[in-house]
């Protein structure tokens, strides 16, 4: 194509708008990290570089509650949905169509359709008379909810892993006296790991980064991460915000990158 | 279709609902089924400290567009909940608009590097999408702030003398939105383009058509699925922003999302909130369906 000088593909100021897109995209970011090494509070000018907001954060016991709360809950939901997501995978693919298979996917992608703040307010009037019934204030609310909405995100990559996969292997086993359950745990399952890991990361990083629900559901002192950073912006902002944030985001980008290579490695097989 | 057929096509079909079954109960109890409970206190009265008192009522729902004069008892419209429905409205739209307007030549320009450069493009575009919500707000108010990096370098540059007031204000709570769901426009565009023969495009100027008419004619009918799936990710969470208008609008700027939270929280008005909660549903549920049956009308023409 390029032989004829001209290329079709190429529209006029495209490549300069996008160019543009990915820099918005990542200045702020590298501004808010910036920011976290500053020695000054006031945020308005640069002191000079120090990693103070970094020891100031980690020595902070809200925020060592808040982190360590965030990673068991993240922990557990990541867990739950993908063990259900992963039966439900099985369950929903690879078999001729059945009857409420349509009202399957639509439960199942729920909370990817209502708005957050619907389904937050809901968990709030619904846990609230829970609360009142069996007295119980633990975390089990905020591993349910979380559960409940990692359930897509952990869902959706599993069924695409065993859509490609077919169902011949299975067969053979069977057809050589395998039972179902060795069937499963020899000739399935391992196929189907990169798909169940890759889901369960999804769940880890999307419950990790959930405000909203979160908020409603909480009792009094059981902050995450981020509603304890919701909380902060109220007040005066430090920019040990920043040095939160930034760990926070150094560990998401660590697990996509950890899930890209991983696809990348899938597609290569 | 011989009985032992039937009957195993009947075992497949029970099977299939066993092992979806501890999936939908956990949507059930942790997201499907409070959605009643929310339908079901919008018909209550409100009680004096918050909750619900039991007793039907209307003015739950009534309380959306009207409220009681405090004089004469007398329904007046409610000029502060219309300005918030109409922030909502026209803050998504816009916002929507906006994304596709940059949002279209990055994911063309995603789709038109050469395909071992590809994948890089698109997980830079993925990661601000996966990154916390908040995390990426707080990075915008970084930038908008008083004291920000756009009011310092207007500053140091002469431009203007006096830092902008952006921050709290609609226009930083459109750029917050714009900037956080970006990524939401860019994908299915994306998926859109690569499927796309760039062939076509030859055939277009072989036929000697200018850029404008390939654009027109050739490239738009084709992005089309895209732009109208990337509207609806966009439009939706827009609509029922939360975080955003909060963080960034400073409570001032309130969306219907905030004004929710203020009912059961020190608007003390459950009945109100569950029905706006309701009302939004509905708005985003019909959203949904339109586009569901365009993607189903696209799938039959093909």
């Known amino acids: 194509m390029s032989d004829r000088g001209f290329q079709v593909s190429r529209l006029p100021g495209f490549a300069t708008i996008a160019i543009g897109v990915f820099l918005a995209l990542y200045i702020p970011i590298f501004t808010l990290a910036a920011y976290s090494f500053n020695t000054n509070i006031s945020m308005s000018s640069w002191g000079g570089f120090s990693l103070d907001w970094y020891a100031k954060a980690w020595n902070n016991d809200q925020v060592k509650d808040a982190t360590l709360r965030s990673l068991i809950i993240a922990l557990w939901a990541a867990v739950i949905s993908t063990a259900v997501a992963t039966l439900a995978a099985l369950g929903t693919t690879r078999r001729r169509k059945f009857k409420g298979q349509t009202l399957i996917y639509v439960i199942i992608n729920q909370p990817l359709m209502v708005p957050e703040i619907v389904t937050a307010v809901a968990l709030l009037i619904f846990f609230a008379q829970i609360k009142v019934i069996t007295g119980y204030q633990g975390l089990g609310y905020l591993i349910l909810a979380h559960s409940a909405f990692c359930i897509p995100f952990a869902y959706l990559p599993i069924r695409a892993r065993l859509e490609g996969m077919d169902l011949s292997l299975e067969t053979a086993a069977a057809d050589l006296y395998a039972t179902p359950w060795k069937t499963f745990r020899h000739v399935t399952l391992p196929l189907l790991l990169p798909g169940v890991i890759a889901g369960a990361m999804l769940a880890f990083v999307i419950s990790l980064d959930d405000v909203v629900i979160t908020e409603f559901v909480k009792s009094g002192g059981q902050d995450t991460l981020p509603t304890y950073m919701l909380g902060q912006l109220r007040r005066q902002m430090t920019p040990e915000i920043n040095a939160i944030s930034t760990a926070l985001l150094v560990l998401t980008i660590a697990l996509l990158t950890a899930f890209f290579l991983i696809n990348r490695q899938n597609d290569k097989n | ?302």
Request: glycine share 8%; aromatic share 12%; no cysteine.
């Open chain 2, 1 to 302: 279709m011989s009985p032992a057929e039937e009957a195993q096509i009947a075992t497949s079909a029970r099977n299939a609902w066993y092992l979806s079954t501890p999936a939908l109960l956990i949507l059930l109890v942790g997201a499907v089924g409070p959605l009643l409970i929310v339908l079901v206190y919008s018909f209550l009265l409100p009680g004096k400290y918050g909750n619900v008192e039991w007793g039907f009522s209307l003015d739950g729902w009534r309380g959306i567009l009207f409220t009681k004069d405090i004089f004469d008892d007398t329904l007046v419209l409610a000029d502060a909940h219309l300005t918030i429905f109409w922030r909502s409205v026209k803050l998504s739209v816009l916002t929507t608009v906006f994304t596709f307007l940059v949002g279209f030549p990055t994911a063309w320009f995603i789709a038109t590097r050469a395909p071992k450069a590809r994948p890089i493009w698109l997980f830079l575009i993925t990661i601000p999408f996966w990154t916390n919500l908040l995390i990426r707000t707080y990075a915008i108010n970084e930038v908008i702030r008083t004291e920000g990096l756009l009011n310092t370098i207007l500053m140091k540059l002469g431009l203007i003398s006096t830092p902008l007031q952006i921050i709290y204000t609609d226009v930083a709570v459109f750029i917050g939105m714009v900037y956080v769901y970006l990524p939401l426009m860019v994908l299915p565009l994306f998926a859109a383009i690569d499927r796309f023969d760039m062939r076509l495009l030859e055939a277009g100027y072989d036929l000697y058509a200018g850029r404008w008419q390939v654009l027109r004619r050739i490239i738009l009918p084709i992005v089309k699925p895209g732009l109208i799936a990337g509207s609806i990710l966009v439009f939706v969470p827009s609509l029922g922003a939360y975080v955003t208008p909060r963080v960034l609008g400073g409570g001032k700027q309130m969306m219907i999302g905030n004004f929710i939270e203020l009912q059961f929280g020190q608007g003390r008005n459950w009945p109100l909130g569950a029905a706006l909660s309701m009302l939004l549903l509905i708005v985003v549920t019909i959203a949904l369906l339109v586009y569901v049956r365009y993607a189903n009308r696209e799938d039959t023409n093909v």
